[in-house]
């Protein structure tokens, strides 16, 4: 059975400005998305569920999708804040989503295979996807062995302003022992990467300290985990209007209770991603740049000989 793609893809940009995950940036007008839709596809992935807000699935469905018809199965789930558990109400102020593991739960009903987890505007690259559809494929029918594509620190940063990273511990036989979500990381005017903790104040981080650009790879118990702990932390969040259910939350719990272990894979991909509009013109000029060394087609879907 061939793995899933699950995109996260019900953020709004609001750093941005707009709806970053259709925004054209290829040649052809193709979306980050798209890219990642390709690599996966020409590394074995047999199935893409998109996470969306309801609000724009209209022009999602019109802008979007028309162009994979025929190409790869596709399912599509809308994220609410009222998607919580028997027993929890939602608060009448609460705007705020409840994080990306929220978002991971919601596919529960459409996934039954292991399946990867991505950002809708996050660039990840062809080796990237190679490698996490073969680890996929060699956990299939097991449980609790769960897989993280890492990215050095050093390359993940935005010279726009400052951006959210999931710092990795990680032993020496390559699994994961924790990760902490660190919400505020950038470029001090000395060039030193600079992050500020949870008591606001700031820190130093090395160069090639390994992250997390969310890219996960997971099998089908991952959604019960998640729903229990969904639980537990609504029991302590609820009320708190910003409070959200992040991934590594999720994952290092696991850790700790011995219930899953989590290798970590390091890429030759590089990543290039978008958090703020002055964003935009690196992206453009880093995907044409792709294209001329050959690794993509100039119109990703034109020809289907370019897919299995």
Not at 235 to 260: G, H, T
Request: with cysteine; charged share 25%.
């Amino acid at each position: 059975m061939k793995p899933t793609l699950l995109v996260l893809a019900a953020g709004m940009g609001s750093r941005y400005g707009g709806l970053k995950q259709l925004d054209g940036l290829g040649p052809n007008g193709e979306t980050i998305m798209d890219y990642s839709i390709f690599d996966a596809l020409r590394s074995g992935f047999g199935k893409v569920v998109f996470i969306i807000k309801k609000s724009f699935e209209k022009d999602f469905r019109e802008k979007f999708l028309k162009k994979y018809e025929f190409i790869v199965p596709i399912e599509i789930v809308s994220q609410s804040l009222d998607r919580l558990p028997q027993g929890f109400s939602l608060h009448a102020r609460r705007a705020t989503p409840w994080g990306t593991n929220h978002a991971v739960m919601i596919g529960k009903e459409k996934i039954h295979e292991p399946f990867a987890v991505i950002n809708a505007d996050d660039f990840y690259g062809q080796n990237s996807f190679k490698i996490l559809a073969n680890y996929l494929k060699s956990i299939e029918g097991k449980q609790g062995n769960y897989v993280m594509i890492a990215y050095k620190i050093c390359d993940t940063l935005s010279e726009s302003g400052a951006v959210a990273r999931g710092i990795c511990e990680i032993d020496k036989n390559g699994f994961l022992t924790s990760i902490t979500e660190c919400t505020c990381i950038t470029r001090d005017d000395n060039g030193k990467i600079k992050y500020k903790n949870d008591k606001n104040n700031w820190g130093t981080l090395n160069e090639n300290i390994f992250v997390s650009m969310n890219m996960w790879g997971f099998t089908p118990e991952y959604f019960n985990y998640s729903e229990n702990l969904f639980v537990d932390f609504l029991a302590k969040n609820q009320y708190d209007l910003k409070a959200e259910f992040f991934i590594p939350s999720v994952v290092n719990q696991l850790i700790i209770n011995k219930q899953a272990k989590v290798k970590v894979l390091e890429t030759s991909s590089q990543w290039f991603g978008i958090t703020y509009w002055e964003d935009r013109k690196s992206v453009i000029s880093k995907i044409q740049d792709l294209i001329q060394k050959g690794e993509y087609p100039k119109n990703l879907f034109q020809n289907r000989s370019n897919l299995p």
